[in-house]
């Protein structure tokens, strides 16, 4: 998978676990459904959910950042051999 792609996934995946987090997003929406009886359970799901979004945007930045130093030591190795 593309550094990229996993940095966006990451992003896009904390910022909704976020909203639901910290707004009545999912209060407001369960209830008007009618599975109300599913909000004792939010936190036990999205605060974990939240950990592992912002986890996988941290492994796709390292990756990111471990990718340009490689390809630096590269160009620099290319460099000194000419």
Known sequence: ???????????IGTVIAAICCFTPVLVIGLGVVGLSAWLGWLDYVLLPT????????????????RA???C???TKATKETR
Do not use: H, P
């Open 1 to 11: 998978m593309k550094d990229a792609t996993i940095i966006k996934t990451g992003v």
């Open 50 to 65: 939240l950990a592992v979004f912002v986890g996988v945007t941290a492994y796709g930045l390292w990756r990111r950042q």
């Open 68 to 70: 340009a130093a490689c």
């Open 72 to 74: 630096e030591t590269d």
